[in-house]
């Protein structure tokens, strides 16, 4: 069973030299699958224009200090997934760090499905950012008179489809999630950098995938995903406040196992939870649910995909055809 444990070899191996991998290694990629037919149509601030026309100034903010916001969706046979609980995200984020959001959130809908619609897309995937807008070189954000509202519609492959059949492998990093008294994790700020050098940190280690701690020791989530382990034929996964980010895939995982009938607890998870699990699982918008099988070089359970793993990422696929606001009506 599964206590809760504070550091348990508090912190991580700094990686001095790309580790050698016996496979190739195929790092996650936030990018379209394919070359678009035809350029893409963004939505800033009101307006429809080409992607070669869409930019914003270099006096934003979102630029100059990362000062803004982002959703990352979904949307599948011509559905958007879980559009509602992405936007009460986005201005609960906005809220948080004092954004006033420029639309309501019936203008916001509108605006994103009108996106998609425009790229003639029924798949895919949706980048909604919000910066804080036009300011000057100084820090204060009272320059910035009004923020900007930026959505692009297209389509990515965060991993490959062998990863999501044989499962990634992940490494602890040196980089800690930046604690709530710092930048609170649940506000997703254009500020990646915790994120991105965790991720810098895991590729040259030749791993999928980074496993951030908190500064207590434990687990807090990936670069980019939530993370669940199973034990026993029961589901733990690290709690919010471990700086885990109250995902949205996470929350749909939560439903999946009330109805396949797993217990599914909050608990503070350590590496040593990881190196001794049966199955290990990862969620997220982009990822969507993948299965783990190895970490820090130990072989999670059988070394392949296990059957709660499964079944959770065979009921999330069915979930995500069958629901989810229409594009098209």
């Given at each position: 069973m599964l206590t809760k444990t504070t550091a348990d070899g508090a912190g991580a191996t700094l990686v001095a030299e790309p580790r050698k991998t016996s496979r190739a290694v195929k790092p996650a990629n936030e990018s379209v699958t394919k070359k678009a037919a035809k350029p893409l149509t963004i939505f800033i601030d009101g307006?429809?224009?080409?992607?070669?026309?869409?930019?914003?100034?270099?006096?934003?903010?979102?630029?100059?200090?990362?000062?803004?916001?982002f959703e990352?969706?979904?949307?599948?046979?011509?559905r958007v997934f879980r559009l509602k609980d992405h936007l009460d995200r986005l201005w609960d984020s906005a809220r948080s760090?004092?954004?006033?959001?420029?639309?309501?959130?019936?203008?916001?809908?509108?605006?994103?499905?009108?996106?998609?619609?425009?790229?003639?897309?029924?798949?895919?995937?949706?980048?909604?950012?919000?910066?804080?807008?036009?300011?000057?070189?100084?820090?204060?954000p009272a320059q910035c008179k009004r923020p900007s509202v930026i959505i692009i519609a297209t389509t990515i492959a965060l991993y490959s489809a062998e990863m999501y059949q044989n499962g990634l492998t992940v490494v602890t990093v040196p980089t800690?999630?930046?604690?709530?008294?710092?930048?609170?994790p649940a506000v997703k700020s254009l500020n990646y950098l915790n994120n991105v050098m965790a991720r810098i940190e895991a590729n040259l280690s030749g791993a999928d995938e980074a496993l951030m701690l908190n500064d207590q020791g434990c687990i807090a989530e990936c670069t980019a995903d939530n993370i669940f382990v199973i034990k026993r034929g029961e589901i733990f996964t690290p709690p919010i406040t471990a700086g885990a980010l109250r995902g949205i895939t996470r929350s749909v995982v939560f439903e999946i196992a009330a109805e396949l009938g797993i217990k599914i607890s909050e608990v503070d998870i350590s590496r040593h939870d990881v190196f001794?699990?049966?199955?290990?699982?990862?969620?997220?918008?982009?990822?969507e649910v993948i299965p783990v099988i190895r970490a820090d070089g130990r072989v999670i359970g059988t070394g392949k995909p296990g059957p709660i793993s499964l079944r959770t990422i065979a009921r999330f696929r069915e979930i995500t055809r069958e629901g989810g606001t229409p594009i098209y009506s």
């Open positions: 307006e429809f224009v080409a992607e070669e026309d869409a930019k914003i100034s270099v006096f934003d903010h979102g630029l100059l200090y990362g000062d803004g916001i990352g969706i979904r949307f599948y046979n011509g760090i004092c954004l006033e959001i420029p639309m309501s959130h019936g203008e916001m809908t509108e605006a994103l499905l009108e996106t998609i619609r425009k790229n003639d897309l029924r798949d895919g995937y949706i980048r909604l950012i919000v910066t804080r807008g036009v300011g000057n070189l100084g820090l204060n800690h999630r930046t604690g709530p008294g710092a930048l609170n001794i699990a049966d199955e290990c699982l990862l969620s997220g918008t982009a990822a």
